[in-house]
């Protein structure tokens, strides 16, 4: 592949109302990817301008779920090699050089691979050294697919294939502020409560007891959200409570429902 030649990779986001970074994602996007998708499901902003502005091909969908969103960008795209984007996440130079020399050969050796995502508080430098997830964001959609479900948009590697890891980050902008992260929190919880199949109630009850406090040490001291001062002791109490509303409400449903059944 020729130096300033992009590899055969398209990217694509799912976004609605997200003019805030919508331009600077598809930028970063355009460092590596061939071509970058944004599917739009009604943004009453800029999102769809900003985006086509940027240099996006923008198609507009009405939100399908989110792993049935993801199917539908998938299908949009020009080449099976996918990035998976949100539209609060940036490529770095670094990451961006490092998927065009998996390139360098002709296809690159795994059909699937891992790369870090490193959370940018609202103020202050990303969290590049602790409190990393770890994310199939580069694939071969011939060989894996986005799952077709309402709720989860993560797709689970088949038996028997191979990932490959990339070692720099990718910038996930997560929330501009504590009151955006609480609204995404609480809408996640409410998704993933009435989408995914609910737990035994006795399991549900334990978890709403005693889960806040568990899920909180595992984002604080196992991720290491501690060297992240007041931010990431912030954000480790709200991510767990996040997970935690997820079983309050899910237990919620299951009362509800028992009660209908009478």
């Known amino acids: 592949m020729a130096r300033d030649a992009k590899p055969p990779v398209s990217a694509y986001i799912r976004a609605r109302n997200e003019a805030r970074m919508i331009a600077d994602v598809a930028r970063a996007a355009l460092q590596v990817a061939d071509e970058v998708v944004v ?42 090699w996918l990035l998976d984007l949100d539209a609060d996440e940036i490529v770095t130079p670094e990451l961006a050089a490092e998927i065009r020399a998996l390139f360098d ?90 989408e995914l199949a609910p737990k035994p109630m006795p399991v549900l009850a334990l978890r709403v007891f005693f889960g806040l406090p568990f899920y909180f040490a595992r984002r604080y001291l196992l991720d290491g959200l501690f060297r992240g001062g007041v931010y990431g002791f912030s954000f480790a109490l709200l991510s767990a409570w996040g997970r935690w509303l997820r079983d309050v409400k899910m237990f919620e449903r299951r009362k509800k429902e028992a009660e209908r059944r009478k």
């Open 39 to 80: 599917v739009d499901s009604g943004s009453t902003d800029d999102t769809a301008r900003l985006a086509a502005e940027a240099g996006a091909r923008v198609v507009r969908q009405d939100w399908l779920g989110n792993g049935h969103q993801k199917r539908f960008a998938e299908e949009q795209c020009r080449h099976d």
């Open 105 to 194: 050969g002709g296809e690159p050796p795994r059909p699937v691979y891992r790369t870090p995502m490193a959370i940018a508080p609202p103020v202050g430098e990303p969290w590049t050294r602790f409190g990393l997830a770890k994310r199939c964001k580069l694939y071969d959609r011939r060989v894996v697919r986005a799952p077709a479900h309402a709720a989860w948009d993560q797709f689970a590697v088949p038996a028997g294939v191979k990932t490959g890891r990339l070692k720099n980050p990718i910038i996930h902008h997560a929330f501009a502020d504590t009151a955006h992260l609480v609204d995404k929190l609480n809408r996640n919880s409410s998704t993933r409560a009435r």
